[in-house]
């Protein structure tokens, strides 16, 4: 019954959407919405209670989806641009957000793995941060555009260094932040019943947007995308615009880290942010943008995040066995992305318009 | 100025190599009555674990206490196989080794024999005949499993509804902590798993898999996490949703590895449980090497070390310090 009426109130926007790169995401996402209400429609109950230190939040799913997939926003919005811009994926973001979170800790805690107070403020943490990220992403970044290395080769070698640099940044130990107000930023600030991550991955948002319609930013990732030789020709010089879109990743990755370290006031190595490369490469994709660079669009990019955050959720909710879990996920994913592929699309829409036409026949007939 | 780049670039690249290769760190040659031991470990940042280990095998084999120990670290089996046959090269007293991986170890250990170098693995075992190493110092991961579940069916409850929280699926740590608790799930009809998902060693996957479980509304009154990290992000969901833990609460939490944050949050009472995996074999493989000298072999092969779980009730300052890691 629900279903029903979810299908009919989509099918009004179907035909302009169906051209629209942003269909695939959005599709997605209904088909995992339809799902859940169809399986159990608690899945989007959203409840108010108050937590141990006594403060208001929300919980329910969809809270924990908007909230876990915060960091994956981000990424996809500087995976988008270096995507676009360089023809080829950052693989080192998962490393780099152990760097980002490490210099985080390293500032606030001096050389006291555990210290009482914090030695700086944390919004000289998060600059501090911002920097070494903003380097490290120029780094990549050069390497991509003044060498002329293969995207995945030049992140290779933070993706194989970076957790080892952010080990060694704070001489090997695993600093805890015993402050509470580190901890608002990752979880909630007092009084606040939404989750912080969601907030910040907000303006990050807002802020692209603005960038992206008030500069050139957009049309000149694109135009060298396309075809960096008549770009130059255009006046746009090709290697700075990869070199900006790779420092542009290196302060989604800070911020990202930052949030990460906040989750819990501490961090680890090795698995922090673990594989997350793969899922912003994949929320790329399956906001319909070539992975060869070129056009794209950010808000499907973004949309992409949260549908792989909505799955990684509704595999939890429905007990999937451990073992089996990356099975399920990998079947939804080849699913998602073969739907999204170009020339499945090109099939789709021609099937859409041969069955428009013989509809019209019928009727004129 | 293309070539500048390039060749730039070479050195670059070569450098790196070396680095991710891990230099071995080459020992003087002259041993004046220094017992020479090339040890084989993991990269020390791999864990919390790893780096008290490699701390605790750099307190031990100094030269004060007769030793001249090289090191050579990797994650990965065929560089510690090619970092094995240097320090065999080298002709080492002792090679003494924690493999990255169980197998393709059988040529260099028998390469290690025919040079009269003994060979000692601790923390992980390899498959290779045991003819091949004098003795290997091990932990017991179903033991430590065996433990965890004792302590919780000691605490009596009515009914167990437990989140199993498991750690990256195949290790040994994972098998063994996974192992002991299935049994008994399976042989009492008040022990229920109300789920039993992989966080992979990751508090923050953790933390979703709890979450979700709340959000279902299940009841639950364990949560066995396989390792202190998880058990920290189940905590965390649970604080979110004003659920008590600990001593007196209405869930019990159990961790594993005993970080000395997680035996601060039992001595503090939020936490009921914690089972230790003890990364300290550097005293045993000491006494198995002075033995050695003198003749002794080892009474046995496989040498476990002795692994304890804390309880919240009975935890003190004093066993924080020592055997935090």
Redesign the interface.
């Known amino acids: 019954m629900t279903a029903e009426t979810l299908k009919k109130t989509g099918s009004a926007g179907w035909m302009g959407l169906f051209r629209n790169q942003i269909f695939i995401p959005i599709a997605a996402l209904l088909v995992l919405v339809i799902f859940n209400l169809i399986a159990d429609p608690?899945f989007f109950?959203i409840s108010y209670?108050?937590?141990?230190?006594g403060d208001p939040?929300l919980?329910?799913?969809l809270i924990?989806i908007l909230d876990?997939a915060s960091e994956l926003a981000i990424l996809a919005i500087g995976m988008t641009l270096v995507t676009a811009a360089s023809g080829g994926q950052d693989i080192s973001v998962g490393a780099t957000i152990a760097i980002a979170g490490s210099v985080v800790l390293r500032v606030l805690c001096g050389d006291n793995p555990r210290p009482d107070e914090m030695q700086a403020s944390i919004l000289t943490a998060f600059l501090v941060c911002c920097v070494v990220s903003m380097l490290f992403g120029a780094f990549n970044g050069a390497l991509v555009a003044f060498?002329n290395?293969q995207p995945m080769i030049a992140t290779l070698?933070l993706y194989?260094?970076g957790?080892?640099i952010a080990?060694?940044i704070n001489n090997?130990r695993?600093p805890?932040i015993s402050d509470p107000s580190f901890g608002y930023f990752g979880?909630f600030l007092p009084g606040v019943p939404i989750p912080t991550p969601i907030f910040i991955a907000l303006i990050c948002m807002v802020i692209i947007a603005l960038t992206l319609k008030f500069t050139t930013l957009g049309l000149y990732t694109q135009a060298v995308g396309i075809n960096p030789n008549s770009a130059k020709l255009n006046g746009i010089n090709p290697q700075m615009i990869k070199f900006i879109t790779y420092v542009i990743m290196g302060l989604c990755v800070a911020v990202a880290g930052f949030i990460?370290v906040t989750?819990?006031s501490?961090i680890?190595?090795?698995?922090?942010a673990?594989d997350i490369e793969m899922d912003a490469i994949l929320a790329v994709a399956l906001g319909g943008n070539a992975l060869s660079g070129g056009r794209f669009s950010m808000a499907s990019s973004i949309l992409g995040a949260y549908v792989i955050q909505f799955l990684?959720?509704t595999l939890?909710?429905f007990?999937?066995?451990?073992?089996a879990?990356p099975a399920y996920k990998a079947v939804v994913v080849i699913a998602l992305v073969v739907l999204s592929a170009p020339a499945v699309r090109a099939k789709m829409g021609k099937l859409w318009r041969s069955l428009q036409a013989s509809k019209l026949k019928k009727e004129a007939a | 100025m293309k070539k500048v780049l390039l060749s730039l670039l070479v050195l670059i690249l070569s450098a790196t190599t070396v680095f991710a290769a891990g230099a071995a760190e080459t020992a003087g040659t002259d041993d004046g009555g220094l017992i020479r031991v090339g040890i084989i470990n993991n990269d020390p940042n791999e864990s919390g674990y790893r780096t008290a280990n490699d701390a605790d095998l750099k307190r031990v084999f100094t030269e004060e206490n007769g030793y001249d120990a090289s090191y050579y670290y990797s994650l990965r089996n065929d560089e510690q196989i090619s970092g094995a046959r240097t320090f065999i090269q080298d002709g080492v007293d002792y090679l003494i080794l924690s493999a990255a991986g169980t197998a393709g170890w059988d040529s260099v250990l028998m390469d290690a024999q025919n040079e009269g170098i003994p060979v000692i693995l601790f923390d992980r075992t390899v498959d290779a005949d045991p003819s091949l190493y004098v003795a290997e110092v091990v932990s017991d991961t179903n033991l430590q499993g065996q433990t965890a579940v004792d302590w919780l069916a000691s605490q009596n409850l009515d009914e167990y509804n437990i989140i199993h929280i498991q750690g990256v699926m195949g290790s040994s740590a994972q098998i063994g902590r996974t192992g002991a608790l299935n049994e008994m799930v399976a042989n009492n009809d008040n022990w229920n798993l109300v789920t039993q998902q992989t966080a992979e060693w990751n508090a923050e996957t953790a933390q979703q898999i709890v979450q979700s479980v709340i959000d279902a509304g299940t009841p639950f009154n364990v949560i066995y996490a396989e390792n202190d990290d998880m058990a920290r992000g189940a905590v965390a969901a649970l604080d979110r949703a004003n659920i008590s833990h600990g001593v007196d609460g209405d869930v019990i939490i159990m961790g594993f590895d005993c970080n000395k944050w997680a035996l601060e949050e039992l001595l503090a009472g939020r936490w009921n449980y914690d089972g230790q995996a003890n990364p300290f074999q550097a005293d045993t493989i000491d006494s198995i090497i002075k033995n050695l000298e003198q003749g002794i072999e080892p009474e046995s092969k496989t040498i476990y070390l002795v692994e304890q779980g804390f309880d919240a009730t009975t935890i003190t300052q004093e066993d924080v310090d020592k055997y935090g890691i």
């Open positions: 608690s109950q209670s108050l937590n141990s230190n939040v919980s329910g799913y924990t876990n060498l290395i070698i194989t260094a957790r080892s080990a060694w090997n695993l805890i979880t990460k989750r819990f501490t680890n190595y090795s698995v922090v673990l990684t959720t939890f909710k007990n999937v066995s451990s073992s879990l």
